[in-house]
Nanobody, 124 residues
Framework: VQLQASGGGLVQAGGSLRLSCAAYGFLFDDYAIGWFRQAPGKEREGVSCISSRDGNTYYADSVKGRLSISSDKAKNTVFLQMNSLKPEDTAVYYC??????????????????WGQGTKVTVSS
């Protein structure tokens, strides 16, 4: 089981980025995929998640209305579209798979497989 996150980079405030999380070795169909981020000097926090079975999504209050999560089952990939980015969105973003149950949650300990992280830097 492997997750590969990509799409990070440097962007100006107000700009957009699209992160991708590709899964290898398992199918998304019965799992939930979450995006988490860790800013310098801060603890990792949940950003968004999606249940691949029923499509339910959830967002942290800090990103509601600006970030959108989606999945492409044919590509076994989950995307995180990030718009109206702010300097406080600067962090390393990780995707993770919850394989014990398909429902969406931002509780970190519920996720057992993690990608390597992709860095997002938003300049002011």
């Amino acid at each position: 089981v492997q997750l590969q996150a990509s799409g990070g980079g440097l962007v100006q405030a107000g700009g957009s980025l699209r992160l991708s999380c590709a899964a290898y070795g398992f199918l998304f169909d019965d799992y939930a995929i979450g995006w988490f981020r860790q800013a310098p000097g801060k603890e990792r926090e949940g950003v968004s998640c999606i249940s691949s079975r029923d499509g339910n999504t959830y967002y942290a209050d800090s990103v509601k209305g600006r970030l959108s999560i989606s999945s492409d089952k044919a590509k076994n990939t989950v995307f995180l579209q990030m718009n109206s980015l702010k300097p406080e969105d600067t962090a390393v973003y990780y995707c993770a798979a919850r394989t014990t149950y398909y429902t969406c949650t931002l509780t970190e300990r519920e996720y057992h497989y993690w990608g390597q992280g992709t860095k997002v830097t938003v300049s002011s």
